[in-house]
């Protein structure tokens, strides 16, 4: 069993929708958790970092950790055909391990 | 404002042949790893490095791949006698000292013929 699971999509939602991108991971000893937006061809870019449970919020994008439910959301609201990449999952925080672990991602596509 | 830098993108090799790929972190970011992204999959831990030692390279493959991170320039990953297995894109990361956010380079698309 995989240590990050996420959904490989493909999810397609028209433009204006709100999206929802899940992981649930199996070891509660991960501490961090991010969300990466990858563009077909280009290196991961960092769109949302989270500590502690609960929810932050940065412009249209809102992270969600549910710590006791190991459980985490990017919700994106207004989506827009530019928001239209793969977003991946990761994590870190297990002692002695400083590599992120990361969910296989889920390929985003709004529609215009 | 530099992110983190990958030469080259695009890195074509026989089998055989030796692969160098170089990656300069963020200015005044002390911690580099490498992630390895086969097609259709997410990205797996390889090695990390802090200035002249390896931390944690459990990720890396016993044979053939190297890395280091010297005092002055930047960080190399060395896979030599690449075999078409090798085929993917390696992404650098780096972050600062502590912290837990890692910064990610365009990665280097390597193809083995």
């Known amino acids: 069993q995989k240590e990050v699971e996420q959904d490989p999509g493909p999810l397609s939602v028209p433009e204006g929708a709100i999206v929802s991108l899940n992981c649930t991971y199996s070891?509660?000893?991960?501490?961090?958790f991010m969300w990466y937006r990858q563009y077909s061809r280009k290196g991961p870019e960092l769109l949302m970092y989270?500590?502690?449970?609960g929810n932050k919020e940065d412009g249209r994008f809102t992270a969600q950790v549910d710590k006791s439910s190991k459980y985490i959301s990017l919700f994106i609201r207004d989506s827009q055909p530019s928001d239209s990449a793969t977003y991946l999952c990761a994590m870190v925080g297990v002692p002695g391990r400083r590599a992120l672990t990361f969910g296989s991602g889920t390929r985003l596509q709004v529609q215009p | 404002n530099a992110g983190v830098m990958q030469n080259p993108r695009h890195l074509v090799r026989r089998r055989g042949q030796e692969a160098r790929l170089r990656c300069s972190p963020v200015?005044?970011?002390?911690?580099v790893y490498w992630y390895r992204q086969l097609p259709e999959e997410g990205l797996k831990f390889m090695v990390y490095?802090?200035?002249?030692?390896?931390?944690?390279e459990s990720g890396m493959p016993k044979e053939r791949f190297s890395a280091e991170f010297p005092k002055e320039g930047p960080s190399i990953l060395r896979i030599q006698q690449v075999v078409r297995g090798d085929s993917a894109a390696y992404f650098c990361?780096?972050?600062?000292?502590?912290?837990?956010?890692?910064?990610f380079g365009p990665g280097t698309r390597l193809t083995v013929t």
């Open positions: 990361a780096s972050s600062p000292e502590g912290q837990g956010q890692q910064y």
């Open positions: 200015k005044g970011h002390s911690h």
């Open positions: 070891n509660s000893a991960f501490q961090y």
């Open positions: 490095l802090q200035k002249e030692n390896i931390i944690d």
């Open positions: 989270t500590y502690s449970s």
